[in-house]
């Protein structure tokens, strides 16, 4: 919860009080972003590569069989693997990870999505994120709010004064970005809750009355 603050001070337009504002538009996602792949272990690395490149290639069919063509590599990597033993390295081989980025404004199809893939031999499932598509429009809309709701904590603390006089924004800061949108992720079989989304901005407004 944000608090407003007030510094009150003689200027030659008369007096200033500086007040925050907070807004907040709750909405709907319509976007889900999904990234899942395979991991691979082995000593020969050139089978484990093949192996996941195989398993990976599984992964894209069936997705483009359901309908889901935003497909991108999120993620290739390569790494020893060591244990330690009393000090001493001991070489277990190598991991392969590979890594899709799947986005789909099919909100509905995102279970469908991840049992597919995990079926066809995925063991990863890093991220279910859900965001919507004009998220600058939702901004916008908090930012109006919290300068809106910075004006009306500057008319309360005029009434409960009992000065008459209307305040006048006379500088307005914002103190906030757009935020990175949150996520929920559930499994099972796979039901997907993907709740809404809340945007919020913060201003602080100077006011001359």
Do not use: C, W
Request: proline share 4%; no cysteine; glycine share 6%.
């Amino acid at each position: 919860m944000t608090k407003a603050f007030s510094d009150v001070h003689n200027t030659h337009n008369g007096k200033t009080m500086t007040l925050t504002g907070h807004g907040k538009v709750t909405t709907a996602p319509n976007i889900a972003i999904i990234r899942l792949g395979v991991q691979t272990t082995g000593e020969n690395l050139v089978e484990i590569q093949s192996e996941n490149a195989q398993i990976v290639q599984r992964i894209l069919q069936v997705l483009q069989q359901i309908g889901v063509t935003d497909v991108k590599t999120f993620q290739y990597t390569i790494n020893k693997i060591y244990d330690y033993d009393e000090g001493r390295q001991i070489d277990r081989g190598y991991s392969v990870r590979n890594v899709l980025e799947i986005k789909t404004s099919n909100l509905n199809q995102v279970g469908n999505i991840i049992d597919a893939s995990v079926n066809s031999g995925a063991n990863i499932v890093d991220l279910i994120s859900f965001d919507v598509s004009n998220s600058d429009f939702y901004y916008q809309q908090a930012l109006n709010l919290a300068i809106k709701n910075a004006i009306q904590k500057a008319k309360s603390i005029l009434n409960n004064l009992g000065i008459k006089a209307e305040p006048i924004p006379i500088n307005i800061i914002e103190t906030s970005s757009l935020p990175p949108q949150p996520f929920q992720r559930e499994f099972v079989s796979t039901p997907i809750v993907p709740g809404n989304i809340q945007t919020e901005a913060f201003v602080t407004v100077e006011f001359v009355y």
